[in-house]
């Protein structure tokens, strides 16, 4: 069975945005395809296995491909249909003792200790989000050694183009410069864009493009 977080968590969460993602999420039986992030993987496949925190994990895919790979993972999400979907799965995957589910919402309350691995995957939301401040608490987060990786959406999917008119998607310089990290503190190994294909809700398939931000703490 998932450890749930031994820290005591602060219950105060947004009714209003915890209804809009599990609702979202009992609309199907998967959202999300279960597998790893791309960049993720390609991120964490050369490193030791450490500790690591998926801020907005959804069902799971990232932290039960993490925890196959040896990490010890905090998995955190609003949604406890999300939630419990992880748990499942992880629990058929044989990695249940290796992840630490704690809900949180992240416009109130953070997962308290350091990681040697912070995950922001695509922490955008249709719903208000203070992104800078949790970005800088997920930066906060990180032990020294270790890493925060960002993802981000760079432009809206081409099958979706006419719906986002006014949409404007953070570059990789803007996400780097919302962390305010401290220059000499930190190294940036990565700060660019990645391409993917990726498929529509109606089957068509399109290239679509992520804002990678990969920044390590200097060891002190």
Known sequence: MIEH?????????????????DE??????????????????EVVEPLPPGTALDLGCG???DAIWLAGQGWQVTAVDISTTALDRLAAEAARAG??????VARHDLTRTFPAGRYDLVSAQ???S??????EAVLR???RAVAPGGRLLVVEHGAPPPWARDSHPHARFASPQEILGTLDLEPDGWHTERLGAAHRTGTGPDGETG??????VLVRREQR
């Open 5 to 21: 977080d031994a820290d005591p968590v602060d219950p105060a969460v947004d009714d209003t945005t915890a209804r809009f993602w």
């Open 24 to 41: 979202l999420y009992q609309q199907r039986e998967r959202v999300w395809s279960g597998r790893a992030n791309a960049v993720l993987a």
């Open 59 to 61: 069902e799971g895919g």
């Open 95 to 100: 990695v249940a003792s290796r992840i630490t």
């Open 122 to 124: 695509f922490l955008q």
């Open 126 to 131: 249709p719903l208000e989000l203070p992104r």
């Open 137 to 139: 608490a997920a930066a």
């Open 207 to 212: 290239n679509l493009v992520d804002h990678v």
